[in-house]
Every structure is written in C-alpha cells, then in structure tokens.
C-alpha cells in the first residue's frame, strides 16, 4: 500500500502526465482558448510555444492554462465540499443584496481566493474581514505558520495565494503553488511568417470560418436608428439620443463570410499535473506532528480534486472536448527520479481524507468554515456596473 506520509516527508513530487484525443477522434480539430493579438483592433490567437520532446522542438499549443486548471480543480472541491466532504472555506453572502443571479462567492472560486477583494470588501460581523480576528490571523500567515490558512482556506496553500493589498506595498503573504496543472497540444502544424522586432510571428494552419445568411434578407443599406434601450428606422420613436447604424448592429442582415486561423490539430493533448511534496514540506503548522498531518491533508486534497475533475470530464470550452487515450497512473518521483504508482480511487482517498482530518483536530487544529456579507459599498459598485453596462 502506498504510504502517503512517508513519500511526503521525502520524495519530489506525486504527478501524472495523462494523453489525451478530441472526443470526435485523433486528428479532429479542437479549440484552445484565444487571447488578444498586438497592435489595434488585433485578431483573437491563440498561444503558440516551442517545445522540447522525444529530443525534438516541436510546436505547441496551450489547451487550458495553469489558472483555468486551478479554477477547474477549485470546483471540484467545492462541488466535493457541498457533496459532504470536510473541507472548511469561506463565503461571501449575497442572498440579501439584490443582486442576482449572484447569490455568494467563495474562497474557492474568488480570482485571488482569501485574499481578494470580493472577501476584503466584506464582513465578518460588523467588522470589515481582513480588520476582523480572523482576518488578521490570515494576513499575518506564512509558509512558517500557514496554521491560519489551513483552518480557514486549505486550497489557498494548495493552489497560491498572495496578500497583495497587505502592509508594506505588496508585502503581505505570499504563497507559492504546490499543485500545477496544463493542458497542452503537442506537434501542431502552424504557418509561420516573416520576424517582427526580432520575433517569429505564428498562427495556426488551421481555420475557422464564419458567415451568417439573414432569412429575412434585409439589407445592410436599410438605416435604422438605435438607442440606448430600443431601435428603430424612424428616429423620433428610436428613443433618446438614438444614432442611426446598420442593420447588423441590431443583430439583423448578413454576415459576411470569415476565415481566421483559428482552432488546431495536433498529435495528441497532453495534461500534467504535479504536486510538490517539496513545496508541501515549505510549509509549517506549528510543530513536526501538525505539520505531518497538515501537509497530509493538503496532499489527499490536491488527489481528491484531480480524482473529480476525472469524473467530470474534459470538455473545456465549445469544441474543446477531450477523452484520454487510456487511464495514465499518478506516479510518486522519488528524489533519484525513479518512480512508484500511485492509486487514485475516490472513495478510498475520501475514506483517507476523513482519517486525516481527525488526527488534525486531535493535533489542535480548529476548522471552520466563515460566511461574511458584503459591505454596502461593494453592493453599490455592483449596481452601479450593471446600470453602466445597461447604458
């Protein structure tokens, strides 16, 4: 049986490099997420690099990011938390604001976690979070005694976290990630031209067409005047301030057909994900035993997210759906680089994580989960922004 607590205290890292097709079959074309090009009004593109396998450079292309990995494995655990795993975390309640759709937001899925500015700009009580006891335990934590972290918001010290708005211009805490997750497509064909500012320019061979044919055949010379609120092709009943524009600023006539160089195929997707039990052993919880049980936790934490996001599947974005070839092991990297499987069955890892969490509160740490309400002002902002965006 593998043991857990003896590959944290001394081995790299427990990772699994998993290969994966487009669920329409290899060589069917996928989408990577785009980004916007150089210069005015750029094209969408996506992120091309040089990599090195099989003792080859080839071209790659980035599938789902570090970050869009991190926000997938956060949704796991939560989707595991609300599922009953044991798992302490912090929300913000909007229930009462009159804001929805939204109804809350978690240290799970907050961009900068417990410390962003959604939970900063909200209280515990009647005291703004991070001016409350708790808040300031969290502000005052560090790899030397994440304790506060771990009780409140364990993912933080799985997936980063950074006190950016603390003390000393950006000195605040600072967490380094243990858990790092990509997916990448490996040997994609691109069309490479001429080398601006000393750089090669590449964009896919690939392509993505697009055109839309009105039913109603209305032409983009008919004028029609839009508001604010409404349209019209006569001004005066338009609404105010109405401007006269096309057809198709309106949603109406044809588009006109497109080629962009947009969507890729490749050899095969490939999904790494490694956690570091080198950086696991950076963190201290006040003593050698909690800080066993700790690390222990965290890493059943990081399995138990991979493991769900397994279960969910890979379909990451509108054509952008991916099976693996076949069930890639985890893998314990010893210091020599050797290797030993690791199992990754969910139930046993929840029946572990479970295990741990009691030697944890047997060790003295104090889990709890937190639910602030927004101050008035991040309410009001929020109003404000959906007027805006109203017009």
């Known amino acids: 049986m593998f043991q857990l607590q003896q590959a944290i205290a001394n081995d790299a890292a427990i990772r699994r490099v998993q290969r994966l097709q487009p669920v329409g079959g290899a060589g069917d074309k996928v989408f990577p997420p785009t980004y916007p090009g150089e210069g005015r009004n750029p094209a969408p593109r996506h992120v091309f690099e040089r990599r090195q396998f099989d003792g080859q450079a080839v071209w790659t292309v980035l ?7 991190a926000n997938r494995l956060e949704e796991a655990l939560l989707r595991a938390a609300r599922d009953g795993l044991r798992l ?4 913000v309640d909007f229930g009462n604001a009159g804001l929805q759709p939204i109804t809350e937001v978690t240290s799970l899925d ?45 993912t933080a010290l799985l997936f980063g976290a950074w006190h950016s708005q603390g003390e000393g211009g ?41 055109s839309r044919l009105d039913p109603l055949g209305i032409l983009r010379g008919v004028e029609v005047f839009k508001s604010a609120t409404d349209w ?34 490749c050899a095969f997707v490939e999904h790494r994900a490694v956690l570091s039990l080198a950086g696991l052993r950076r963190l201290h919880f006040g003593g050698e035993e909690r800080s066993a049980v700790a690390r222990e936790m965290l890493a059943l934490l ?32 010893h210091v ?25 509160t047997e060790a003295g740490f104090r889990f709890r989960s937190l639910r602030l309400t927004p101050q008035p002002k991040l309410v009001e902002v929020v109003r404000r922004s959906r007027k805006l965006a109203l017009g």
């Open 63 to 69: 599938v789902d990011s570090v970050q869009s990995q």
């Open 88 to 91: 302490p975390y912090v929300t």
């Open 110 to 154: 907050a961009p900068h976690r417990i410390y962003d500015a959604i939970l900063r700009d909200s209280l515990h009580g009647e005291e703004p979070f991070m001016q409350s006891t708790e808040g300031r335990r969290v502000a005052a934590a560090s790899p030397a005694d994440a304790t506060a972290l771990f009780e409140l918001s364990p």
């Open 170 to 210: 950006g000195l605040g805490a600072k967490f380094a990630r243990v858990l790092v997750s990509e997916v990448m497509g490996i040997d994609v064909p691109v069309d490479e031209t001429e080398p601006r500012s000393g750089e090669v320019a590449v964009v896919s061979a690939a392509r993505r067409t697009g």
């Open 232 to 265: 019209s092709t006569d001004r005066d009943t338009a609404g105010e301030k109405a401007r006269p524009v096309r057809p198709s600023e309106v949603n109406h006539g044809n588009i006109a057909p497109t080629i962009e160089p947009l969507g890729v195929t």
């Open 302 to 333: 990081a399995l138990i997210a991979l493991a769900g996001q397994d279960a969910q599947g890979y379909a990451l974005r509108s054509r952008c759906d991916l099976v693996p070839e076949a069930v890639a092991p985890m893998e314990c990297v």
């Open 336 to 360: 020599d680089g050797t290797t030993d499987p690791v199992p990754l069955d969910p139930g046993a890892l929840r029946e572990r994580y479970d295990d741990a969490y009691e030697r944890a």
